[in-house]
């Protein structure tokens, strides 16, 4: 006992050697795990993909032909390995890389168009993209940037938008201040910044030390999600989490806490945190950890598809049908169909003609956690999956959002549009004017200014765009609002909601656009189309339970807990049902692409990301 309690107290005063000790038991458990465990399926990457680059198909008949193959049940491929339920990036990702592995994939979207929220829609001569603004990471040869190449078979091509994609502004027009947030570099972001706040360097440099912390930390993050559960709570439980990883520490914190210690500039902490858009949760709930992510995400620039977003999918869907696949749309999935032991074997499509039942060992859900453990399963089973009991407990659905489209006479140039967003906030204190707006009334809200818009024109940002739609220019606004302001009108039907929604919808989008016009009032007497989407819009076409466009809360109170973390995983405790999507990691093209490929990792029992990093290597060599 002697000789015991000394080796216990030397472990406990020295808790590294502890941890190396811990970590060696699981790299021999590891071991005997890869032994005992199913056969690992093929290497999706082995090869590098490098094709001769296309010319970009413009003419619409043919892009249809891809992007909207109408479910026929004959059509359906026998012997399938999989099926996937929705087309999101997400779904497309997790389908693509099982093709790849030389699995037979069904992918079914119930919209009339393959691609999410990365499809475009034409009305009026106009197209609008719906959910893709910006992606970073795709202006060099970073490990997202060869998963798009290869799984699109490099013919998605990107434009590099400027360094200062993004402009703060603060304040109600005549009393503006303009922020440009300046990427290209870790040292160009510093430098705009002490530019526009000397007196903060202290401040700055204590943020790009965070930045760089989490930047190196997060791989921690995706290991929950990929380990087994018992080892997770067992490093939980003895607080060696910690050890192994600091982005915990980072991400249990909010935004607001830690800007707030930083420094006591309004006007730097609203730079330093404008962009919880592109997540939907104001500072003062959103995590910091996933937040200095995105910072990160977009630390190098940002880029935009060649051609629109609907080029994702365009050049994704024949990756997928070239091991014997298929992607259709107009196939409403109304059920995930378990056998009597309550294994996941297949999915009913709902038809006019009446259901459909396709069976696969695998079924693959892109629907979003609500979709699939609220509707789309028994309950009975869905229970038995840990996920379901976070829902509306740790868990919830994100924020809504009203969308603003409108087609514009001239072009880019003659119209003075720059491949430049607007984030516009009446003040700087962004979580106050956030909270304070969104739990007002829907009278109260349509009578109050907008707490935040983004604005963006997708005319600018493609130079293609005058070649396909010559002597055109298109506006998208986005703005967040709450919910129930338009739930009394979601069992009605679309474009029939009645008199009173419209002119809530109106009113909201007036009001959006009068706030563009602030900006660019040289678009006034410009305007050909004209449309508003609310959080019904969102349901209809996207099958987002409450509008949101973000799927889960992205809150502190979900990536800075573990054991949330690690429930939030691609296996399901359900025996053939598996999650993809932003739910699984986060929202954003990057994420949910993310949230695919361990996915795709957990159905063919193989790190499919280590096998990504090698053919990055490879990929650096050919060039």
């Known amino acids: 006992m002697g000789v015991f309690g000394q080796v216990l107290d030397q472990l406990l005063d020295h808790p590294r050697l502890l941890l190396a000790g811990f970590l060696l038991y699981v790299f021999i458990y590891a071991l005997s795990w890869f032994f005992s465990a199913p056969k690992p399926g093929p290497n999706p990457f082995k090869t590098l993909v490098k094709k001769p680059l296309k010319p970009l198909v413009t003419d619409q008949k043919l892009r249809d032909k891809v992007l909207k193959q109408g479910f026929q049940a004959k059509q359906v491929p026998q012997d399938l390995d999989a099926i996937v339920v929705g087309s999101g990036i997400g779904g497309l990702t997790a389908a693509g890389i099982l093709s790849k592995a030389g699995k037979k994939v069904l992918v ?84 705009g910044l002490l530019e526009k706040f000397p007196k903060e360097e ?32 067992l490093l939980i439980a003895t607080g060696l989490i910690n050890l192994m990883t600091r982005y915990f520490k980072y991400a249990r914190r909010t935004v607001q806490e830690v800007l707030d210690e930083l420094t006591d500039d309004g006007d730097l902490k609203a730079i330093l945190s404008y962009s919880f858009g592109d997540y939907g949760v104001e500072p003062s709930r959103s995590s910091f950890g996933l937040h200095a992510a995105l910072v990160n995400h977009y630390l190098y620039g940002a880029s935009y598809p060649k051609g629109g977003a609907s080029e994702i999918a365009f050049h994704m869907i024949p990756v997928i049908e070239r091991n014997g696949g298929r992607v259709f749309v107009r196939a409403p999935v109304s059920q995930i169909i378990t056998d009597p032991y309550g294994k996941a074997i297949g999915v009913r499509v709902d038809r006019a003609s009446g259901p459909v039942d396709i069976t696969a060992p695998l079924v693959i859900s892109d629907t979003g956690a609500m979709n699939t453990f ?249 060039k």
């Open 108 to 191: 079914l979207e119930q919209h009339d168009q393959a691609g999410g929220c990365c499809h475009t829609f034409i009305e009026q001569g106009f197209e609008f993209d719906v959910g893709v603004h910006y992606i970073g990471e795709m202006r060099s040869n970073t490990v997202a940037r060869v998963m798009v190449d290869q799984l699109t078979d490099g013919q998605l091509q990107w434009v590099d938008l400027i360094d200062e994609f993004d402009l703060l502004s603060l304040g109600e027009p005549g009393k503006r201040r303009s922020i440009p947030f300046r990427t290209g570099s870790a040292n160009a972001l510093r430098a």
């Open 202 to 233: 202290a401040a700055i440099d204590k943020f790009m030390a965070m930045l760089k912390d989490v930047r190196l930390n997060m791989k921690g993050m995706l290991m929950v999600k990929v380990m087994p559960k018992w080892i997770v709570r």
């Open 374 to 622: 609220a509707k789309l399963l028994p309950q009975e089973i869905a229970r038995k999956s840990s996920i379901t009991r976070l829902l509306g407990n740790k868990l919830e659905s994100g924020t809504a959002c009203m969308s603003l489209f409108v087609g514009l006479k001239g072009t880019a140039e003659e119209l003075d549009l720059k491949p430049q967003h607007i984030w516009s906030y009446p003040s700087n204190d962004l979580s106050g004017i956030t909270t304070d707006y969104l739990e007002k009334s829907v009278d109260e809200a349509v009578n109050s200014d907008l707490p935040m818009i983004f604005i963006t024109f997708p005319s600018a940002k493609d130079p293609t765009f005058n070649e396909r739609y010559p002597g055109m220019s298109v506006c998208t606004a986005v703005s967040l609002c709450n919910w129930k302001w338009f739930s009394e009108w979601e069992k009605e039907r679309v474009k029939k909601r009645g008199e009173d929604y419209e002119a809530i919808k109106m009113a909201i989008g007036r009001k959006m656009w009068d706030h563009v016009l602030t900006y660019y009032p040289q678009l006034e007497d410009r305007v050909e189309y004209f449309e508003v989407a609310t959080p019904l819009s969102n349901k209809y076409y996207i099958a987002s339970p409450k509008g949101e466009i973000y799927g889960l809360d992205h809150t502190a109170k979900r990536f800075g807990n573990p054991e949330t973390v690690m429930h939030l995983r691609s296996e399901t405790g359900i025996p053939g049902l598996f999650l993809t999507g932003q739910d699984v990691v986060c929202c954003g093209f990057v994420g949910a692409m993310m949230g695919g490929l361990l996915c795709a990792s957990t159905a063919l029992h193989r790190n499919v990301y280590e096998d990504l990093v090698k053919l990055r290597k490879e990929a650096a060599k050919s």
